[in-house]
Structure formats: structure tokens, C-alpha cells
């Protein structure tokens, strides 16, 4: 009979945020049986984000050291074959508790599959919705948490998708509105949501400019379709880009931003009035300055925190009727028994040193099989 493996941290006794890095364990469990509303998804594919590493620094609230970590995940749903999903390859939703508001996450009601949990949280490595992550062998999760995976993607190229796909969307299109012939920043080029917005800008038929600390990764943007990049390490960046704008629309619509730091002291010089800056994670720290130069520019600061299932649902058809592949910058085979290799891809997150996502063949098989095995 087959187990279900899951990857999630050690618990160290004293720990304290920021000054820890758990170590990943290696659980073996009976694979669960679906019931009423339900799927069982094999997990072919799975792949890291920021959140993970921070979970493992203890960075991150309402962890769990018993719930399977990582959020993205591509598989084959293999139970109950009464699902019209049965047998085919689908991609998890990388949160819970959010239907299709676009305001936010609103309240859920209670559902045959899912009785108590109904606040929003991202799934993996979290004590809200503990057995959703996607670090597991099989995955049990409600049938309207998956979606049919577009048919052009791998294994590898679905599991890099959901988490970076959906907040690249809302934040270019729900909250940021850029529009076909808008100029449109998007910086720290080399995550995977940074990624993401640079191909859904371009495929928007959007002129995009990137930042980067890395010359090596504007080219790729640009090879990618970006119109042009500069390194944020220069003190005057945001001077070296507006030479590069289109004389036809020497401004910027729209900053789609991962840092915070200075980005609206930047950014002010560079947006035309009414501007937008969408900011959808904060890496630098915490806080951020606002000036007075952004409010008499008109400058909209929009926060955006990934998105909603219908707003999934938007992505993943955009992504199919466009044939776009997110990128995919290493991938570990081996299966979550591979804990040195995934721990590689972890230094990778860590170093910044990835062009794209970092991906583990959950089943260690050759990233191109789709074929189920129960």
C-alpha cells in the first residue's frame, strides 16, 4: 500500500524569530481517503516562495511544525473516480477562505467538505487549514480547490504557477488596471511574481520596465519582452529609466512592487498624475515612507495580498488561452526524500540567486510524466 510523504519544520526548543532556520523532516502517514466534496490529488509537482523560507526563520505568523509546508502544487487527481476531474492533471489553489471578492477576503460559509475553517490564510506550513500543503505525497482538498491545469504546462511549469500567478494577476489587473499601451514598472525582476506580471503586462499588450540588482536578469526580462530595465543599485535609477520611456508617453501608469523601501520617493518622479503603485509584498521592511509629492501628484498606493478563486480562475484561463509558461528557474528531483536538494533550492531563495521558480518533483519521476500511480 502506498504512504503519504510530507516535508514540514523541527521544532527547536527556545527558538526565537529571525534567529532560527528550522530543519525539514521527513513524515510518512496513511494516505487519506476523500469524502463528500472532496478530491485526493497525487503531487507530481511543488515549488518554493519567500513564505517558506520565513517559515523556516520563524518570520512568518501562525505557523505549524505538524502541517506539510509550500503552497504550489500540480498533480493528478486520482480519487474519487466519480469527479469529472478524475484522472487529470490539476493545479491547488495556494489559499483558502476567499471566493471572488474584489475588495478582499470575505467571510465563507460553512460547506459539506470544509465544516469550521473559513478565514482566509495561504495554505502550507500555517495552523489554519494544516493538512492543505502541497510538500505531501497526496493531497486531500476540497473539489472546487483545484482547477484543470493548462494542457501546454509540465509538471514543473504547473507547481511554479498558482501562488505567483494569482498575485501577479491581482496586483496588474484587479488592483493595478494596466491596460493595453500603458507603461508599466515592475521591480525586483527575478521572483517569481515579478515573472508573472512581466508576462501577463506583455502578453496585455503593456510596454514593461523592470528594476533588478542584476544586469544578467534585465537582460533576460528583456529577452522576455520588457522594453528596457535599470539596476536599482544606482542612486538615481528612477532618472536612467525615464530616458528609457517612450517620448510618445514619457511616464510610468503603473509600479508593481515586491519591496517597499523607497519605492514612492522612486516612484513619484516617474508615475503621471493618478498614478498607481501596487504593493504586494514588502521585503525591505515593514515600513515604508509616503511624501507629500505623491499626494499633490494624485499617486494611489494600492496594497494587494495574493487573490481570490475566481480571480485564480481568471489567471489560469489567461495563462491557457495564451500559452505563457511561467518560469522555471532550477528543479529537484528525488522526491521529498531529496532533503539535501531541497535545501539547495532554500539557498537559492536565500542568496536571490534565482531567475524564476524553485520546483521539487514531489513523485521523483521525469518532469514531463503526467501518468497517475495510487
Known amino acids: 500500500m502506498p504512504q503519504n510523504q510530507s516535508l514540514t519544520i523541527k521544532p527547536i526548543e527556545g527558538a ?68 469529472p476531474l478524475y484522472n487529470k492533471p490539476v493545479l491547488v489553489t495556494p489559499s483558502r477562505g476567499w471566493i471572488s471578492s474584489p475588495d478582499g477576503p470575505e467571510p465563507v460559509p460553512a460547506t ?14 500555517s495552523a489554519r487549514y494544516s493538512s492543505q500543503g502541497t510538500a505531501q505525497s497526496f493531497l486531500l482538498v476540497p473539489e472546487e480547490e483545484v482547477f484543470p491545469a493548462p494542457g501546454h504546462l509540465t509538471p514543473a511549469e504547473g507547481a511554479a504557477l498558482p ?19 500603458q507603461n508599466v514598472l ?7 511574481v515579478a515573472l508573472a506580471a512581466l508576462q ?27 522594453r528596457g530595465g ?13 530616458k528609457q520611456l517612450p517620448k510618445t508617453r514619457p511616464f510610468v501608469d503603473v509600479v508593481v512592487d515586491g519591496s517597499g523601501g523607497d519605492i514612492v ?45 475566481a480571480e485564480f480562475g481568471d489567471m489560469v484561463k489567461f495563462v491557457d488561452e495564451n500559452k505563457i509558461k511561467p518560469v522555471v528557474s532550477r528543479v529537484v528531483s528525488g522526491g521529498l526524500e531529496n532533503i539535501q536538494g531541497i535545501d539547495g533550492l532554500f539557498e537559492d531563495l536565500k542568496g536571490g540567486k534565482q531567475f524564476g521558480k524553485l520546483v521539487i518533483l514531489v513523485d521523483g519521476e521525469d518532469e514531463g510524466a503526467r501518468s497517475p500511480k495510487l
Open 230 to 242: 535599470v539596476l536599482y543599485t544606482e542612486a538615481a535609477w528612477e532618472k536612467t529609466l525615464l
Open 163 to 181: 501562488l505567483a500567478g494569482l498575485t501577479a494577476w491581482r496586483a496588474l489587473i484587479t488592483k493595478g488596471e494596466a491596460e493595453r499601451g
Open 16 to 83: 526565537k524569530p529571525g534567529k532560527v532556520y528550522y530543519s525539514l523532516q521527513l513524515n510518512t502517514s496513511p494516505v487519506p481517503t476523500p469524502g463528500p466534496g472532496q478530491v485526493l490529488v497525487k503531487v507530481q509537482a511543488s515549488a518554493l516562495n519567500h513564505r517558506d523560507l520565513f517559515i523556516r526563520q520563524h518570520l512568518y505568523p501562525g505557523i505549524s511544525f505538524s502541517a506539510p509546508l509550500l503552497s504550489d502544487g500540480y498533480g493528478i487527481v486520482v480519487s474519487p473516480n466519480s469527479s
Open 265 to 309: 520617493g522612486k516612484g513619484v518622479k516617474l508615475l503621471k498624475q493618478g498614478g498607481k503603485i501596487v504593493v504586494y509584498g514588502m521585503t525591505v521592511g515593514p515600513k515604508m515612507e509616503w511624501n507629500m509629492n505623491a499626494v499633490l501628484k494624485n499617486i494611489e498606493l494600492r496594497g494587494t495580498s495574493m487573490g481570490s478563486r
Open 112 to 125: 459539506e467538505s470544509n465544516k469550521e475553517e473559513k478565514e482566509w490564510s495561504v495554505i502550507g506550513g
Open 200 to 226: 501577463f503586462a506583455v502578453k496585455r499588450g503593456c510596454n514593461v520596465f523592470v528594476t533588478s540588482s542584476s544586469q544578467e536578469k534585465i537582460n533576460k526580462a528583456v529577452e522576455m519582452g520588457a
Open 186 to 192: 515592475v521591480t525586483g525582476i527575478g521572483g517569481g
